[in-house]
């Protein structure tokens, strides 16, 4: 049962995506990342500075101000509070399914089905699952990338001003969201079009490259409108980092997150779970029509080419393979429209009972050694593997009765086993991800006028969380007690792998101890 009801596809991803985004008030914001980019956008409103970002007093340099600007805009309409901030990435998420179907429409225009069924595809694929409710900057440039793919298609179709245009758009705005890495992710589509252009149809490679390159400019150039004023008041570091340190050169010569060319590919399958644990999906990659569908060529050279790109830049962490997921739903959407009748049942129960066998793992978990060591999993119940458990039956139950797998039954069944594991993950790990006490204490302590420092490197986890007004000191461990010693009376913050005593504040956070203690306190542990 592929799509019997073309309503119920069409409209039906939106009540998903509302369960999905309910998710925002069963969990806290997660630090380090997203507290760090609520911090900064808390921060510019503050100051009602929306030119240059700021954390902690200091010039933020590490992204651009898209996202930020878009929180403030929540703020306007709804006020500043949490809620609204972390909205922004829920409805990031909804523009991308909608621009997945629009792209699906140009590339297939005579196939309904495929534009149906690709949003269902990407709503549900783990890694997007995942982080399309974070307040992150990978959804958000995702979309920046589906305007440019837009771009393409229609520049191929007649289309130029409107193409071009939708590409030199999608190159500013994907500058603004994350900077220069949205080249990563559409010159190679771009570049590479003799190789997805329908084989017959004319091609004028001068224009076509002339036109790429003038709207390349054109984007760049609405980035610039931004840059070169914050570069001017930001100051000449904060120039350097925007313009060169946080863009090509992070690119080649960062070590942060540094990992080996072949880090991505084992993760590959988890990422585009469950549809990997699908035969009807691998039955249909061997009889990819490369050659007779443009579509096919388009979403694979865009796929392949920036899973390539990423592998052999050094900085990788898994959140930046997101925009390259509208590629996969599309792909699949389009190879599986035509692969409903050919699968049997027993190749269609192997996703359900894979859903099974992942309710099973969770309740077993707590007994496994190698995961009973972790002090959340040690708190684990039964509800979360049972509630997994029985999502995986019920889809096999539907399987069984239609002899054939669902795809929108697969989608609802992912959004609810994720939006049913938030809550249990963030119940089982208590204050372990949930800062807000900390933060609320440290608010605290600022309204005193006392004086607080932390210890080590700080990244804003407690700015918005306390709503903060004044900057927190950073000292290094070497200075600890120096700054103890001229602030018996002020706090000092630190994270630490062991459990303290004798200290004023403390709770877990990850596996760590996160500590607030007086000067006094920390001068006291130094003489025992």
């Given at each position: 049962m592929m799509i019997n009801n073309s309503q119920l596809a069409r409209w039906g991803i939106l009540p998903l995506w509302l369960l999905?985004?309910?998710?925002?008030?069963?969990?806290t914001p997660t630090p380090i990342d997203e507290t760090r980019y609520l911090s900064v956008a808390w921060e510019m409103w503050l100051r009602q500075d929306f030119l240059v970002p700021y954390l902690n007093g200091e010039t933020y340099s590490h992204k651009p101000p898209l996202l930020f600007w878009l929180i403030q805009l929540s703020w306007s309409l709804f006020g500043v509070n949490e809620w609204a901030a972390r909205l922004v990435g829920p409805v990031c998420a909804l523009l991308n399914l909608y621009l997945t179907r629009s792209l699906a429409k140009q590339l297939w225009p005579d196939k309904e089905k495929v534009a149906l069924l690709a949003p269902w595809i990407l709503i549900a694929t783990l890694l997007w699952t995942l982080f399309a409710t974070a307040t992150m900057f990978d959804i958000l440039l995702s979309n920046c990338v589906l305007l440019g793919m837009l771009g393409l298609v229609n520049a191929t179709q007649g289309k130029e001003v409107k193409g071009w245009s939708f590409f030199a758009l999608a190159i500013g705005l994907g500058l603004l969201a994350k900077g220069p890495v949205i080249f990563v992710h559409?010159?190679?589509?771009?570049?590479?079009?003799?190789?997805?252009?329908?084989?017959?149809?004319?091609k004028n490679y001068s224009r076509w490259y002339s036109y790429q390159f003038i709207a390349i400019l054109s984007g760049a150039l609405i980035a610039l409108i931004w840059a070169i004023p914050a570069a001017i008041q930001g100051g000449e570091a904060y120039a350097n980092a925007i313009l060169w340190s946080q863009t090509a050169n992070r690119a080649v010569t960062t070590h942060i997150h540094a990992r080996p060319f072949w880090w991505y590919f084992p993760f590959l399958p988890l990422f585009i779970f469950p549809w990997v644990a699908w035969p009807r999906m691998w039955k249909c990659l061997i009889g990819l029509p490369w050659k007779q569908d443009t579509g096919v060529r388009f979403c694979s050279v865009w796929f392949i080419s920036c899973l390539l790109i990423f592998s052999l830049i050094q900085s990788k962490q898994v959140h930046y393979l997101l925009p390259l997921l509208p590629a996969f739903s599309l792909l699949i959407a389009r190879l599986l429209m035509n692969a409903e009748k050919s699968a049997t049942l027993l190749s269609e129960l192997a996703l359900p009972l894979c859903f099974c066998a992942v309710g099973l793992f969770l309740i077993l978990m707590p007994s496994?050694?190698?995961?009973?060591?972790?002090?959340?999993?040690?708190?684990?119940d039964f509800v979360w593997g049972g509630s997994v458990l029985s999502i995986g039956l019920a889809l096999l139950g539907i399987t069984l009765y239609f002899r054939q797998l669902s795809i929108l039954a697969v989608s609802t069944s992912v959004v609810l086993a994720i939006v049913i594991g938030f809550f249990c993950f963030f119940n089982y790990t208590g204050l372990a991800y949930n800062l807000k006490p900390a933060a609320e204490k440290l608010k605290d302590i600022q309204e005193h006028d006392m004086p607080v420092a932390y210890v080590g490197k700080y990244q804003g986890q407690f700015h918005f969380l306390g709503r903060l007004t004044h900057a927190i000191e950073i000292v290094e461990n070497g200075q600890a007690l120096s700054w103890a010693s001229a602030h018996p009376d002020g706090y000092l913050i630190s994270l630490?792998?062991?459990?303290?005593?004798?200290?004023?504040?403390?709770q877990g956070q990850r596996e760590r101890w996160l500590i607030f203690r007086t000067g006094q306190q920390t001068l006291q542990m130094q003489t025992k």
């Open positions: 999905l985004t309910f998710s925002i008030f069963l969990r559409l010159l190679p589509v771009a570049l590479l079009m003799p190789v997805w252009i329908e084989k017959n149809q004319s496994m050694t190698t995961f009973a060591k972790l002090s959340w999993v040690q708190t684990m630490e792998e062991k459990k303290a005593t004798n200290v004023s504040y403390i």
